[in-house]
């Protein structure tokens, strides 16, 4: 398992911008599916989007356009940009690994490490 740890959430208004970051430990971070979710107060966690090993990336219908997933191996870092922030992106995400070399689906249960999280909150 690797260790996560974001940062980057926070307070902004609807229409603003967050750059949310994910550091991992290890030295088999480009081995990795990365992924984010989100957990809004009362609702269950849901995908976000996800970015492989060689950079192919999915996203969720609901951030599509809006939201960008990108990954420096350099760097053991994870980034999700997201622009044209919404109430409802109101939630906690977080970043997730999956094991070594598995392309992951939308699940959680694909994703073996996770972190702590960071709140991102949008004001209307």
């Known amino acids: 398992q690797v260790q996560l740890v974001e940062s980057g959430g926070g307070l902004v208004q609807a229409g603003g911008s967050l750059r949310l970051s994910c550091v991992a430990s290890?030295?088999?971070?480009?081995?990795?599916?990365m992924g984010w979710f989100r957990q809004a107060p009362g609702k269950e966690r849901e995908f976000v989007a996800r970015?492989?090993?060689?950079?192919?990336?999915y996203y969720a219908d609901s951030v599509k356009g809006r939201f960008t997933v990108s990954r420096d191996n350099a760097k053991n870092t994870l980034y999700l940009q997201m622009n044209s922030l919404k109430p409802e992106d109101t939630a906690v995400y977080s970043c997730?690994?999956?094991?070594?070399?598995?392309?992951?689906?939308?699940?959680?249960?694909?994703?073996?490490?996770w972190g702590q999280g960071t709140q991102v909150t949008v004001s209307s």
């Open positions: 970015i492989n090993w060689i950079g192919t990336t």
């Open positions: 290890g030295r088999s971070f480009n081995r990795h599916t």
């Open positions: 997730a690994a999956t094991d070594p070399y598995y392309r992951g689906s939308t699940s959680t249960t694909d994703f073996s490490s």
